[in-house]
């Protein structure tokens, strides 16, 4: 079993640029989160997913939007990338109270 | 204003030195859970506690949820080099996580 995966695992975009951010799990999960993590922040939840085709707004969801239309899949977008957007990117996926963590996404937005 | 506040929010020890950290709030909590960050890597679930006044103990590790279940404190004994790293307290609210902001803790050999 892989987990989960996520990719990229590095992206440097200019300001106004937008991506998708892949996440992916095979353990069969209904729970799955989106976070970024910024230097003294902690983690902050910025969507998260019930089940397939649900979606959710969490702590900072301004900027990103998501979609999940397969039920192992997450995917995060920026429509429109700012520098404050410039984070390390989180995915997980949970059964019950435990979250499983993707290897994250380094994003610079210059 | 942060739901969890962690402290110290850096330390450094040396070798075979006994160290604990704390997470408190000022809300109470169903469950409180500890997970480990490593350098480049995601959270791993370390322990998650539920009743208060509980202790968890995993090898050198020792987890207590506090008795009004506000806070919880993680201390390790005869830290080892392989102990580095980020460790984040965290509790589910509803189909929520919410995290502290962390505490780095480096091992000296």
């Known amino acids: 079993n892989a987990g989960v995966t996520q990719t990229p695992k590095f992206r440097v975009l200019k300001t106004g640029q937008s991506m998708t951010l892949l996440c992916a799990q095979d353990m069969n999960h209904e729970y799955m989160y989106w976070y970024r993590q910024d230097p003294g922040m902690g983690l902050r939840l910025i969507h998260y997913s019930v089940g397939e085709g649900t979606t959710a707004k969490g702590e900072v969801p301004d900027g990103y939007n998501v979609s999940r239309l397969k039920k192992q899949n997450f995917l995060l977008g920026l429509e429109s990338a700012a520098p404050s957007q410039t984070s390390v990117y989180f995915c997980?996926?949970?059964?019950?109270?435990?979250?499983?963590f993707g290897p994250g996404t380094r994003l610079t937005v210059t | 204003t942060q739901l969890l506040e962690q402290s110290p929010q850096f330390l450094s020890i040396q070798e075979g030195e006994n160290l604990t950290v704390y997470c408190n709030s000022s809300?109470?909590?169903?469950?409180l859970q500890w997970y480990r960050q490593e350098p480049g890597e995601g959270p791993v679930l370390l322990v998650t506690?539920?009743?208060?006044?509980e202790v968890k103990k995993l090898k050198r590790l020792t987890f207590q949820f506090g008795d009004a279940r506000k806070d919880s404190s993680l201390h390790i004994t005869a830290a080892q080099p392989g102990d580095t790293g980020l460790y984040l307290c965290?509790?589910?609210?509803?189909?929520?996580?919410?995290f502290g902001t962390g505490t780095s803790l480096t091992v000296i050999p």
């Open positions: 809300s109470v909590f169903s469950s």
């Open positions: 965290a509790v589910p609210t509803g189909n929520q996580f919410y």
């Open positions: 997980a996926s949970s059964s019950f109270l435990e979250q499983y």
């Open positions: 506690v539920v009743t208060g006044g």
